[in-house]
C-alpha cells in the first residue's frame, strides 16, 4: 500500500505590514511560506550559512554529532533511528563538514555497526572517518545556538526574527540543525509552543500528522525525553502491517528549499529528513497554555524516573540528551511548573528548563 500524502498549503504575507506573528496566530494547520525570506535584508547574512561557512566562522567549536546507519529508512525497516540507536561521536565543526564532503566511496579501515541490542547502541567517542559516508548519515542537531556559538558572536547577532514580528528574538533563542543526506528526526511532536522553522541551506523533507490523528501514532514516552513523545512509526516508508492504525491517517508532506519558512503548530506530529546536507534554523515561540503542559511534564518526568530508578543502565530508555537527575530536582520542576500555572504567566523557555551542574534553572 503506498501511502498518499497531503500537501502543506502554500501562503504569503499579505503586506509588508503584517507580520508573520499575525498571520500565524489563527492558523490551526502547517503553512509553508515559499521563498519568504529570499528578499528580506535581515536574512541575507543567514542565508550564506553553507556547511563551510558555519564552519570557517567557527573552526575550533566542538560539540556531539549523531551518526546513524542510512539502511535504516528504506522501506523494509521497521522504524527510523530513535536516538537510543545511534552512535554519538565528539568532534570540531570543521571535521564534521569534511566529513560530510567526502568521497562517499571511500571505505574505513575500522568498521564499525550500529549495535545489534538497544543497550550497546550508544558508540564511544570514535573518530568521525569510523563512518563511511556511503553508509552513514550525521546530524548536528538541536544545538542551542547561544551555547555552540558562545564564542562567536557575529553568527549569534547575524540572526534576528524580529522583522517576521517576534521582537527581541535572534541566535539566543533558536537552535541550528546541520546534517548530511538522510539525517533526520524520528517522528514525535514537541510539548511546547509552536514552531517556525527557517531553510538556509540544502533541501528538507517534512511529514506531519495533526493532533486530531493522535491514536493512529502510536505514542511512546521510551525513549524518555522531556517535551519530546514519539512514535515508531517511519512516515517516509508507512508499515501498515506493524502500524495498521496509521492507514486512516492524513500525513502533510513538504518540502523546503533555502528562503522558505515553514509553521508548525502546537503538538503536530513531525517526522523530519534531510534529502541532502542541509542548515536549518528555528524557533519555539511560547504560548500561554504551555504552563500547563509544563506541570504535565513535570509529573511524567518525576514518575518515569521513579519507576527506572533501579535501572543501571539507562540507554535503552533514556534519550542522550536527557540529563539523570535525582528526584530532589524533578519535584522542584514540578513545583516551579505548578506556580507558574498558578500564575496563568508564560514561561520564558520554550523548550525543557536547563539543568546546570546539577540544579535547575530558570528566569521565572
Not at 69 to 86: A, G, N, V
Not at 189 to 215: C, F, M
Not at 284 to 306: G, H, K, P
Not at 329 to 343: E, P
Amino acid at each position: 500500500i503506498m501511502q498518499e500524502y497531503g500537501k502543506v498549503l502554500e501562503i504569503s504575507l499579505p503586506h509588508k505590514s503584517h507580520t508573520l506573528k499575525e498571520t500565524v496566530r489563527t492558523l490551526t494547520e502547517p503553512r509553508l511560506f515559499k521563498g519568504c525570506l529570499l528578499n528580506r535584508s535581515e536574512w541575507a547574512e543567514p542565508l550564506k550559512w553553507t556547511p563551510e561557512y558555519i564552519a570557517e566562522s567557527a573552526p575550533t567549536v566542538s560539540t556531539t554529532f549523531k551518526i546513524g546507519k542510512k539502511e535504516w529508512l528504506l522501506p523494509t525497516s521497521e522504524r527510523p533511528h530513535f536516538e537510543t540507536d545511534c552512535h554519538f561521536v565528539q568532534g570540531t565543526l570543521s571535521e564534521f563538514v569534511t566529513w560530510i564532503r567526502q568521497d562517499s566511496s571511500v571505505s574505513c579501515s575500522k568498521k564499525i555497526k550500529i549495535a545489534d541490542s538497544e543497550s550497546e547502541s550508544r558508540g564511544s567517542d570514535t573518530s568521525l572517518s569510523c563512518y563511511p559516508p556511503s553508509e552513514y548519515w550525521g546530524y548536528c542537531d538541536y544545538k542551542y545556538m547561544f551555547q555552540l556559538f558562545r564564542d562567536t558572536p557575529s553568527l549569534l547577532s547575524s540572526l534576528d526574527w524580529s522583522g517576521l514580528g517576534f521582537e527581541k528574538r535572534g541566535g539566543d533563542q533558536s537552535t541550528i540543525w546541520i546534517g548530511s543526506e538522510l539525517a533526520h528526526t524520528p517522528c514525535h511532536y514537541d510539548t511546547y509552543g509552536y514552531n517556525i522553522v527557517a531553510q538556509l541551506y540544502g533541501r528538507k523533507a517534512w511529514y506531519l500528522v495533526s493532533p486530531t490523528e493522535h491514536d493512529k501514532m502510536y505514542p511512546t514516552r521510551i525513549p524518555y525525553e522531556e517535551s519530546s513523545v514519539f512514535s515508531p512509526v517511519n512516515l517516509a516508508h508507512p508499515n501498515y502491517t506493524t502500524h495498521p492504525n496509521l492507514k486512516g491517517a492524513k500525513v502533510l508532506q513538504v518540502f523546503m528549499d533555502p528562503g522558505d519558512l515553514l509553521y508548525v503548530p502546537k503538538h503536530w506530529w513531525h517526522f523530519v529528513m534531510c534529502v541532502d546536507t542541509a542548515v536549518s534554523v528555528n524557533t519555539w515561540i511560547e504560548l500561554e497554555s504551555d504552563s500547563q503542559d509544563r506541570l504535565r511534564e513535570a509529573i511524567i518526568r518525576i514518575m518515569v524516573f521513579s519507576l527506572k530508578a533501579s535501572d543501571v543502565d539507562t540507554s535503552v530508555w533514556l534519550n542522550p540528551k536527557e540529563v539523570s537527575c535525582p528526584i530532589s530536582i524533578n519535584t522542584s520542576a514540578a513545583s516551579l511548573a505548578r506556580a507558574t500555572r498558578v500564575a496563568n504567566s508564560s514561561c520564558p523557555h520554550s523548550g525543557p528548563w536547563p539543568l546546570v551542574e546539577g540544579k535547575l534553572t530558570s528566569d521565572i
